[in-house]
């Protein structure tokens, strides 16, 4: 297994990663740069707060919800379009979108320019090592295109943090 360096701290399955204020991970699958604010260190757990860089215009989260944390976004440049418990929007520079914790979400880079958020995970639980995690797995060749893990890695993520990420319910559509 390869590992993959970020400022100093070493991201692989190996070592558990501990994310520090200024730190910068980069995802070779889909260009995604985040770099670390204020850690879950630094605010006694209560929030994680980063700046995500998307550099690719097809970048798409897919749809999963937050069982225990509050997501939100301050647009800082470019346009993102939303959706939240099945409405969706569309919000630019200047603008703040919040999901509640439960609620099913999902975003994307809505043209060719790339887009930077300013997000905060409320608490921040254990949302600094799944980020690590799933660029790492990026970096070993784990996950498709879109960054999108292969089906045992996701179920091996899903089940190591329960409280911050799950996929959201089926609609049906």
Known sequence: MSQ???QGNVASAKIEPMARTGDELVN???GERIVFLQTAADTDG???EM???WTRPDHRTPEHIHPEMQERWEIIAGSVRFRIAGVERTAGPGEVVIASAGVPHMAWNLDA?????RIQMRPALGWERFVERLFA??????????GIPDPTPTIELLREFPREIALAPSTGV
Request: proline fraction near 7%; charge should be negative; hydrophobic fraction near 35%.
């Open 4 to 6: 993959t360096t970020c």
């Open 28 to 30: 070779p699958a889909t």
């Open 46 to 48: 209560r929030m994680l």
């Open 51 to 53: 700046d995500d860089f």
């Open 113 to 117: 320019m790339p887009v930077h958020l």
């Open 137 to 146: 797995l990026a970096h070993d060749g784990h996950t498709d295109e879109r």
